[in-house]
């Protein structure tokens, strides 16, 4: 193998090594994604109970297979609902980027029909709290993980300005026992138009009050950075439309210009880690 072969395979183990070191779900977790994708796309439901939160009204059920049981959440929103427009495989497609990013904050999330309709069933990731809960209770999050909570509260805002995500609220950033950040609800994300691709939804330019990036971890943008528009449509399959992964594409452009403007006004080593 030529000395160029192995620098490129050496660089693309590394980035697949740094990744884990934001990624909000445990290595082992995200060693077990195509094994719960699978479950989740085979395992018999054995019951099913509204939820009773969120505007989609999802559906937690409950699946078993070889004597393995797991929980889900099932929506199918489509169309214009309550002023937004909703879209189930969003959900599908916000999976399948984190999994392109080496993002590591949203559950397994998969394709799955219920009742004779199509949706998207989602892992029901093992968490404690959410940030509302947070707010409400005035809960204080323990001094020696609050480096890690403003990390991945800077990679959401840099995620969701990405994948132009118009619902990120306290209610859907889930925190586990020990502080990890899971993300839930990306059915009113992937938005199109020049609303959505000349301006990011947080950075500096963004409208209303900007909520910066911050620092962000230097693989996950050299990940953004190899973004082509076949590299997602690989990823995403047929749950985005050529338009929507064009918008990506001008987000992807609008992320690292703001990156640089932040590199530029305070030096690489305080933006990226």
Do not use: C
Not at 93 to 110: E, F, N, S
């Amino acid at each position: 193998m030529k000395d160029s072969a192995i620098r490129h395979l050496a660089a693309i183990v590394l980035m697949g090594l740094v990744s884990t070191l934001f990624a909000q779900f445990l290595p082992e977790e995200i060693a077990q994604r195509a094994f719960i994708d699978d479950f989740l796309s085979t395992a018999e439901i054995i019951k099913a109970e509204e939820i009773g939160e969120g505007v989609t009204k999802p559906i937690r059920l409950t699946l078993r297979k070889d004597g393995r049981e797991e929980r889900a959440a099932w929506k199918n929103p489509s169309g214009w609902q309550y002023g937004f427009w909703e879209g189930w495989q969003y959900e599908i497609a916000a999976y399948r980027m984190d999994k392109l990013l080496g993002l590591g904050m949203i559950p397994p999330t998969v394709e799955r029909e219920y009742l004779g309709k199509k949706g998207s069933l989602q892992y029901w990731a093992k968490v404690e709290t959410s940030l509302l809960k947070i707010v409400e209770n005035k809960i204080k999050i323990p001094d020696e993980f609050l480096d890690r909570t403003e990390k991945a509260k800077y990679l959401t805002r840099a995620f969701d300005s990405l994948i132009a995500n118009e619902d990120r609220t306290q209610q859907n950033m889930l925190y586990t026992k020990d502080w990890r950040s899971i993300l839930i609800d990306h059915s009113r994300s992937f938005r199109k138009g020049p609303e959505f691709s000349d301006r990011l939804l947080y950075g500096q330019g963004a409208k209303g009050r900007p909520l910066p990036f911050r620092r962000l971890p230097r693989s996950f943008v050299d990940r953004i950075k190899a973004l082509t528009f076949e590299s997602i449509r690989t990823a995403v399959g047929p749950y985005l439309t050529d338009e929507e992964i064009r918008a990506v594409m001008a987000r992807k452009d609008l992320v690292l210009k703001e990156i640089e403007e932040m590199i530029r006004a305070q030096g690489e080593a305080k933006v990226l880690y």
